[in-house]
């Protein structure tokens, strides 16, 4: 499956962002999902995941209560709302498919991300 993000850009502190990632070429439906964020300087880290269906979900600890990741199967599409945002969620951010129960199984290619720059 290729993965391609979108929806990135530049907000305050405490703006709400909604990121996109539209799935082509592959299962979309039958595959767990998640996102994940690289910030300048740092190793990749996990933000969320959600089961094939969309019935299970996840979230690190630095994004829960503030990030929703859902996902819309007719569409291929995987979503990521972020509210409350703060200046360190500033990032790159990517979407994988990856194993629901352990999300540091990715077998898919990390695709081109999308930037989020939260000013303060």
């Known amino acids: 499956v290729q993965l391609q993000a979108s929806g990135g850009g530049l907000v305050q502190a405490g703006d709400s962002l909604r990121l996109a990632c539209a799935a082509s070429g592959g299962t979309f439906s039958s595959e767990d999902m998640g996102w994940f964020r690289q910030a300048p300087g740092k190793d990749r880290e996990f933000v969320a995941a959600?089961?094939?269906?969309?019935?299970?979900?996840y979230y690190a600890d630095s994004v829960k209560g503030r990030f929703t990741i859902s996902r819309d199967n007719a569409k291929n599409t995987l979503y990521l709302q972020m509210n409350s945002l703060k200046p360190e969620d500033t990032a790159v951010y990517y979407c994988a498919a990856i194993v629901y129960s352990d999300y540091s199984k990715v077998f898919s290619s990390w695709g081109q991300g999308t930037l989020v720059t939260v000013s303060s």
């Open positions: 959600i089961n094939w269906s969309g019935a299970g979900t």
